[in-house]
């Protein structure tokens, strides 16, 4: 199936009259394979029905060698409740670094309106072909969030003597930010860039909605995971810790929070076992 894309247009989609902002995750499962020696390297495109074509809005990352992705590149959309807003969800195995869509092989797409998702809070749906006809057994899930809490959180993150999970170098760390969802499971929030070839990381500062990481609840409990990135997508768990949005702003630029990253597998096998290393919140700031 062939894919050519639509410019956006230079306004923004939809009328005037915009109820909130709403913002969408994307998880597939039991994606097709289409690469012969590894597995596919998915993205998801989200097109937008506009005067009867459909219009790219966004893409998320390109996820490694993973047939059950979920994408850390969330989708903005602004809501309108008098409108119907017919979207495509279609996902792609990333074959090179092009642009165009027809460069790459077609996974599957799945189309409804935003008011079924929002009204859902959450659906799982069969990716589709362009026959029609199931992709195999490719799933996708959406999840929405009203973005009606406009504050912020900007959080500034760093590792200390993180394990070594190379063989011949040091570990290539990056943080994984989970929330717990309305069904009982842990969903990526966010994922900080990969810092390559140290045990003692410090990642680039970022900003994310506040309701985005724990739906405005300072006190939920978030769950923050640290990996060694590999590049054949088969990243090595380093350890984990859960805190709060509540706790992490106790750091201050002068007095830095620092977290015990703890292995479970480890600690239970091991007596004198402490830690698998510390992370370190610099400074966390909600405005």
């Not at 459909?54 to 993973?66: G, H, I, Q």
């Not at 074959?95 to 869509?101: F, N, P, T």
């Not at 480890?266 to 909600?286: A, E, F, L, T």
């Amino acid at each position: 199936m062939a894919y050519t894309v639509t410019p956006t247009p230079a306004g923004p989609v939809g009328s005037q009259y915009c109820v909130c902002k709403v913002e969408l995750s994307v998880c597939g499962q039991n994606l097709l394979d289409r690469d012969v020696t590894s597995k596919s390297d998915p993205f998801c495109v989200l097109f937008m029905e506009v005067n009867g074509k459909w219009v790219e809005l966004d893409r998320t990352e390109t996820a490694v060698n993973n047939l059950n992705p979920a994408f850390a590149r969330k989708f903005i959309i602004d809501y309108h409740f008098e409108e119907v807003q017919k979207l495509k969800f279609a996902l792609f195995d990333q074959d090179k670094s092009s642009m165009q869509l027809y460069e790459h092989d077609f996974l599957g797409e799945f189309s409804c309106t935003l008011g079924m998702i929002v009204s859902s809070k959450k659906i799982t749906r069969t990716l589709l072909l362009g026959n029609g006809k199931p992709a195999g057994k490719g799933m996708i899930t959406i999840a929405a969030q009203e973005l009606s809490d406009n504050r912020v959180i900007t959080l500034s993150m760093a590792g200390r003597k993180l394990d070594k999970k190379d063989l011949f170098g040091k570990s290539d760390p990056f943080l994984e930010f989970h929330k717990p969802g309305d069904d009982g499971k842990w969903m990526l929030v966010h994922r900080t860039e990969v810092i390559k070839y140290t045990l003692d990381p410090i990642w680039k500062p970022f900003t994310v909605p506040l309701v985005s990481l724990c739906d405005g609840d300072v006190e939920k409990l978030i769950k923050v995971m640290c990996y060694d990135y590999d590049s054949d997508g088969g990243h090595d768990f380093i350890g984990e810790f859960q805190t709060s949005v509540a706790k992490m702003c106790e750091a201050q630029d002068a007095f830095p929070l620092e977290l015990e990253c703890i292995n479970p597998k480890k600690q239970k096998k091991k007596k004198n076992y402490k830690n698998s290393g510390i992370i370190i919140v610099k400074s966390c700031k909600v405005s």
